[in-house]
Structure formats: structure tokens, C-alpha cells
């Protein structure tokens, strides 16, 4: 497809995927005047709720695919988990922003955690494992506690064995069902940052602050502005992020999560090439937020200002949290975002608050 650069308002832009993301995508891009048109399985979506159009189809639907790409103008991803084949086709017909490469460096946590080390960026020290005795050198080498991830389709903590003292590597091999896999090594960490990056068709970029983030059972549970980091790691961090958008060549939105360490060094655990929950708190702190921001890189308009007016708490509202929602509405400085899920479910993401506090006010831990 030639590249169009600039797309303007009353322009269709497509998003795979029709989740939260894609549903506060929708609503920012539609505060500025484009329409949106949402695909993926499943029936009263998040984002099917909020969008313009929206197509019910699963991501290898080829029919349904072609006639999505020919009603859009360009289309973007709200998560990157996609077949290659289908992002191909996609591209054949429409222009497709971030492209197939910045979601193949993502899609897997071995061509990822190579690319940033190729890009001179600290991961945690890995091993590939594809057999119980390629587990069992890994661990003699990495060594104890360490953590056994599957190298695809792992979030919020789920694919990942921590391999302690006692475990049983058979088990813990076992846990992963033969699917392809990496060992990492245990990083000791003082904290968890990250920072979300825009960068527009034209190489533009902006770099919002880092958050701080706090999981519990591996899903994150709050993230908070400004993070306590020392002098020099705010910069190093947005460093790292960039650096990795830029040489993935991203349009759109690249969210790093990096490891404080205890001796003050930055590792990255892993990246996503769009919106990211720990790039929430922009919504109630910036005048333009992750998903306008979104909505602009891909569009090809300016970028907006990532200035933070206030500090802020953001709590992810997580299975039956949710009931909570009339509390929130009580408290003056709670903003409450609800997903529009039809059922509760532990561990699923239902809705966050962002908690706003006047700069340098934030409640003591
Ligand atoms: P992930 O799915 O890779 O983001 O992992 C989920 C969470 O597990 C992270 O946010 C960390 O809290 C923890 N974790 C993941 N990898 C490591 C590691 N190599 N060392 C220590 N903690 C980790």
C-alpha cells in the first residue's frame, strides 16, 4: 500500500482487537473526529460498544479481514498476539501502522529479549527451552530462583513457572504443555517502571514519564506517578524506550516495562507495540493522553503534549473490585473507568480509577 502520512479527521481508522484498549482508543479517537471500526471474536465487546462499525470475526478470517481493511483507512492493533498471515493480508490492502515487524519483535519473548539486547539494552539473562533437558541446563546455568515463561501468548503473569529451590523441573516443564519456552534469570528488583512512547509517521516523538507499577499474582494492581526513581533513571528510561521505537522503526505506541534493579541499573522485561493498562494514568494527567497520542501517531498529526498536570495513583479494578464503582463516584478525586463488561470474572480486568492528587501531594506509602 503507498503510504498516506496524514489522515484527517472523518478518516476510519481499524483496530484489531476490541478489548478495553480498543474501546478508550475508540472513544479518544473520536473526541478528535475519526470513526472507528473494530474487529475480533466475540459479541458485545468492550470496544464494539464505543466504535462506529464493528466486525465479529476471528483474526484468521480472510473474507473477513479483506472487506474490514477495505472499509478503513488505516488500521492499528489493540493487542499483538495476530497471525502473520492475517497482518500480511491486511497490509495487501490498507495501510497497516504499526507494522508486521514491531509485532513480530513482540510476539515472542526470545526475538524479543534478542532485539533489545542487539539494540545494547539489558534484559534479565535468558535461555531458549524446548525439551526438560534444555530446562534442566538452563537452570544449572541461570541457576535458582529463576522463571520458566512460554515464549508466546503469556500476559499478566499467566504461562510462568517460578522455579524455586524445591521445585520439581519435570513439573515445572510439564506446566508449560511442550510449548516453546524461555528461562529467565530471578531479577531482584527495588522496583517495576514503565513508559509508554508515541511516535508518528514522520519519526516525532513523545515519551510520557514513568510510571511506577505495583503486581499482585503477576496482574498489575496500581501504577503511580511520579515513580521514585533516582536522578538520571527518569531520563535512562525514556532513553531505553525510544531507542527501541526507533530502531523498530514504530508508528504508533511502544510500551516498555523495565526492572528497577538494587544497584540502580534499568533491565527490560518486556515491550508491547500499543496502548498499555500502565499507561492509564495518562488519562487523568496529561493533556494528551495514551490513546490520543495513539490515535495521532498512527494518523500521522502532530503529537500532543505528555506534560503531567498532577501526580496520580491508578488502581485496576480486577474481577469483583468492581462492585466498589458507587464508592468511587463518592470520592472527589477518583476518576472511575468502567470496561462495559457484561460478566465479573476473577482476574479479569473490569476497570480502573485513577486517583488524582495536586503535584507532590501523593499519599505517603
Ligand atoms: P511478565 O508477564 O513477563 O510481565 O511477568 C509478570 C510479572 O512477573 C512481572 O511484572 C514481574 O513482577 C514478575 N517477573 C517477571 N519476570 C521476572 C524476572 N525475570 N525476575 C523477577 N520477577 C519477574
Same mark, same amino acid.
Given at each position: 500500500m503507498a503510504e498516506q502520512k496524514l489522515l484527517p479527521p472523518g478518516s476510519t481508522i481499524g483496530i484489531i482487537g476490541n478489548g478495553q484498549l480498543g474501546r478508550m482508543t475508540a472513544l479518544a479517537a473520536a473526541r478528535l473526529g475519526y470513526m472507528c471500526h473494530v474487529f475480533g471474536p466475540g459479541q458485545d465487546s468492550p470496544a464494539e460498544q464505543v466504535a462506529h462499525k464493528a466486525t465479529v470475526a476471528e483474526y484468521d478470517d480472510r473474507d473477513a479481514l479483506v472487506s474490514f481493511a477495505d472499509s478503513c /483507512?488505516?488500521?492499528?492493533?489493540?493487542?499483538?498476539?495476530?497471525?502473520?498471515?492475517?497482518? *500480511?493480508?491486511?497490509?495487501e490492502h490498507v495501510n497497516v501502522r504499526p507494522s508486521w515487524n514491531c509485532l513480530h519483535l513482540s510476539q515472542d519473548r526470545l526475538i524479543e529479549k534478542n532485539f533489545i539486547n542487539d539494540c545494547g539494552i539489558d534484559t534479565a539473562p535468558f535461555?531458549?527451552? /524446548?525439551?526438560?533437558?534444555?530446562?534442566?541446563?538452563?537452570?544449572?546455568e541461570l541457576g535458582r530462583p529463576s522463571i520458566l515463561k512460554t515464549t508466546r501468548m503469556g500476559y499478566d503473569g499467566k504461562g510462568q513457572a517460578l522455579i524455586r529451590p524445591e521445585t520439581d523441573l519435570e513439573t515445572a516443564y510439564?506446566?508449560?504443555?511442550?510449548?516453546?519456552?524461555?528461562?529467565?534469570?530471578?531479577? /531482584?528488583? *527495588? !522496583?517495576?517502571?514503565?513508559?509508554?512512547?508515541?511516535?508518528?509517521?514522520?519519526? *516525532?516523538?513523545?515519551?510520557?514519564?514513568?510510571?511506577?507499577?505495583?503486581?499482585?499474582?503477576?496482574i498489575l494492581d496500581t501504577s503511580t506517578v511520579p515513580a521514585h526513581l533516582p536522578d538520571g533513571l527518569i531520563e535512562e528510561a525514556v532513553r531505553i524506550a525510544v531507542t527501541l521505537a526507533e530502531k523498530m522503526d514504530l508508528i504508533g505506541l511502544l510500551a516498555v516495562e523495565m526492572f528497577h534493579t538494587k544497584d540502580d541499573r534499568l533491565i527490560v522485561n518486556e515491550m508491547a507495540p500499543r496502548p498499555h493498562n500502565s499507561g492509564h494514568w495518562t488519562q487523568d494527567a496529561c493533556y494528551s493522553d495514551q490513546f490520543e497520542q495513539f490515535v495521532r501517531a498512527v494518523c500521522g498529526l502532530p503529537l500532543g503534549s505528555v506534560e503531567r498536570r498532577n501526580d496520580l495513583i491508578m488502581k485496576n479494578l480486577i474481577g469483583f473490585d468492581v462492585e466498589k464503582w458507587p464508592d468511587y463516584l463518592n470520592e472527589p478525586n477518583a476518576k472511575l473507568?468502567?470496561?462495559?463488561?457484561?460478566?465479573? !470474572?476473577?482476574? !479479569?480486568?473490569?476497570?480502573?480509577?485513577?486517583f488524582v492528587y495536586p503535584l507532590g501531594e501523593l499519599p505517603k506509602e
Open positions: /483507512d488505516v488500521v492499528t492493533f489493540e493487542f499483538e498476539n495476530i497471525p502473520h498471515e492475517s497482518v *500480511q493480508l491486511l497490509s535461555k531458549g527451552v /524446548d525439551s526438560l533437558d534444555d530446562l534442566e541446563k538452563a537452570v544449572n510439564a506446566s508449560m504443555s511442550n510449548a516453546p519456552s524461555v528461562l529467565e534469570g530471578f531479577v /531482584d528488583f *527495588q !522496583r517495576e517502571i514503565s513508559v509508554v512512547v508515541a511516535r508518528s509517521a514522520c519519526g *516525532q516523538w513523545t515519551a510520557f514519564e514513568p510510571a511506577e507499577n505495583n503486581h499482585v499474582d503477576g473507568h468502567l470496561y462495559g463488561k457484561s460478566s465479573t !470474572r476473577r482476574g !479479569r480486568k473490569m476497570g480502573h480509577v485513577n
